[in-house]
């Protein structure tokens, strides 16, 4: 009778909260040919706009929700929508997916529109220049001077070597670009794992390509890839390396699970022993017990897997509130634009950046190297994903809520100002790792800022693939944390420790939560 009492008052304090209310960018509205949503997949013309009646054959799809109503949705190619009913799944713990808020992504003709694709045309240009020479390199000095410019730019200032490409999270800006949680060795069911990777050759200095810098390509990957188009694979490294570069890390982000990289800290930290525990945690101080199913690893892990479920309420932001459009698609409504084949309302901040002769150069060498376009430039937007961007709405961005619910869960469990022992940072080349040393090379660094910059890390590292912008990321974090938090406020009552006074963590954007 306790645990049917239980049950009912989490449904009801569920459904005393009501819904936040959703507001759109209104782009879906303001252009009749759909320039500034999500349409990949279905036919487009040669300009890359959606078929209208493909289009709102689609929203007649999402309004019924109905399986068979998207079974008969016209695709322009071989690619699939990815699970636009995923936003519709019920959920038994926690939120249900449309009654949590959502933040408003940017519209098309926003000065911070212009600002994020701004800086997502820099990260492919600095894709291949370490991180240790974000100092002396003078195409990072180009790219601080150009974000100086935009007002709509969300991005930690004043811009610097240390600042760009980051977050304001705290800790984020300390040390190293990458969190120690993707650098340090860790254990795997008694298997040890360096965590090296394989990332594609550079471009710049190499063999590497990048893709959709053809419009031909471009236009294949909007209508899903038509029978008989090739996708190509990239050129691999042979030498498996650390993460020392943008290419690295957004590889690194094309690669994971979502959750794998805060199952790995989550692993990392239980390694520390009890030391690195919340004070919080009932059995820290226990002469007589230890936690196991409750407040132990396995509790921990099982929380982490609840928290999939997050999956949900970003797929009903992405599919049924936004149908936000993906970078790539955002990269040709520019070149359109440059090209003078389409008036698109850019920003005018963005037409007059000199990134823009540089990424047409850019795509010139890529474009030479694949035999492409005649071996002539674009202005469209090179990603490291072969097929573009994947087939569902850009925000709010998956890696971002996965990391905005995860780091909220590790720094409530761990003690988020426990210092991470022996930091280690990658060379040059990312052949090997080197000792940080607190004090000489920065500050020291915490499980709280390590794990920001994990969640900045795999956010930030789409961007750097060139799939998501910064505002997806940050809607993220938020609607993570938000899910995290109301997760954890229902099973609270369920806790049986007498001695547990409730969780605390610190937000990504800084703010304290108590529950």
């Known amino acids: 009778m306790r645990s049917y009492q239980l049950r009912q008052q989490a449904a009801f304090n569920e459904f005393k909260r009501g819904i936040f209310p959703k507001r759109t960018n209104g782009d879906e509205e303001r252009y009749p040919h759909r320039i500034g949503n999500y349409s990949k997949g279905l036919p487009h013309n040669e300009l890359g706009e959606v078929d ?11 309004a019924t929700g109905r399986f068979e109503d998207f079974e008969a949705l016209p695709l322009g ?46 990260m492919a240009l600095c894709r291949d220049i370490p991180f240790t020479d974000y100092a002396t390199d003078p195409t990072i000095a180009a790219a601080i001077e150009d974000l100086k410019r935009y007002s709509g730019y969300k991005g930690p200032k004043p811009i610097t070597p240390q600042t760009i490409f980051r977050m304001d999270s705290p800790g984020v800006l300390d040390g190293p670009m990458v969190s120690q949680f993707l650098l340090r060795p860790w254990v795997y069911d008694g298997i040890p794992i360096e965590p090296r990777l394989r990332v594609p050759l550079p471009v710049t200095t190499g063999e590497g390509i990048d893709f959709l810098t053809s419009y031909d390509e471009w236009l294949a990957a909007q209508r899903g890839f038509p029978e008989g188009t090739a996708i190509t694979p990239p050129r691999m490294d042979p030498v498996l390396r650390y993460i020392h570069n943008l290419r690295a890390l957004g590889q690194n ?90 008036d698109y309302p850019i920003h005018p ?27 002539q ?45 022996n930091p280690v940072k990658p060379n040059r080349d990312g052949t090997a790792l080197e000792p940080y040393v607190p004090g000489v090379d920065g500050p020291p660094l915490t499980v709280a800022g390590e794990l920001n910059k994990l969640a900045h890390n795999t956010a930030i590292g789409r961007d750097a693939y060139g799939i998501h912008y910064r505002a997806d990321d940050l809607a993220g974090f938020r609607l993570g ?23 605390v963590f610190t937000r990504l954007d800084g703010t304290p939560v108590e529950l």
């Open 52 to 62: 209208p009646n493909a289009y709102d054959a689609m929203l007649r799809a999402l």
């Open 77 to 122: 190619g071989q690619l699939k929508l990815t699970n636009p009913l995923g936003g519709l799944t019920y959920d038994l713990v926690g939120p249900d997916a449309a009654a949590v808020r959502l933040d408003t992504p940017p519209a098309l003709a926003s000065p911070e529109a212009a600002a994020q694709v701004a800086e997502l045309y820099w």
């Open 253 to 342: 982000a094309g690669s994971d699970l979502h959750y794998t990289p805060y199952l790995r800290a989550a692993l990392i930290l239980l390694s520390l022993g009890d030391a690195a525990l919340s004070d919080r945690n009932p059995y820290k101080a226990s002469r007589t017990q230890t936690g196991f199913a409750s407040f132990g690893a396995s509790h921990l892990l099982t929380l982490m897997g609840c928290l999939t479920r997050v999956s949900h309420h970003g797929f009903y932001g992405k599919w049924f509130i936004h149908r936000y459009l993906r970078p790539d698609a955002f990269g040709g409504r520019v070149h359109n634009r440059r090209r003078g084949a389409a």
């Open 349 to 375: 901040e963005l037409l007059d950046s000199p990134v823009l002769d540089r990424i047409q150069a850019y795509n010139e060498l890529v474009n030479k190297r694949r035999g492409l376009n005649n071996g």
């Open 377 to 421: 430039g674009s202005f469209l937007l090179p990603v490291m994903m072969p097929i573009g961007s994947p087939t569902d709405p850009a925000h709010p961005g998956g890696h971002g809520y996965t990391a905005g619910s995860r780091s909220a869960l590790l720094k409530a469990w761990f003690k988020e100002d426990f210092v991470i022992p």
């Open 481 to 503: 944390e938000d899910v995290a938090i109301r997760l954890i406020q229902e099973e609270r009552p369920t806790y049986v420790e007498s001695v547990f006074r409730g969780f």
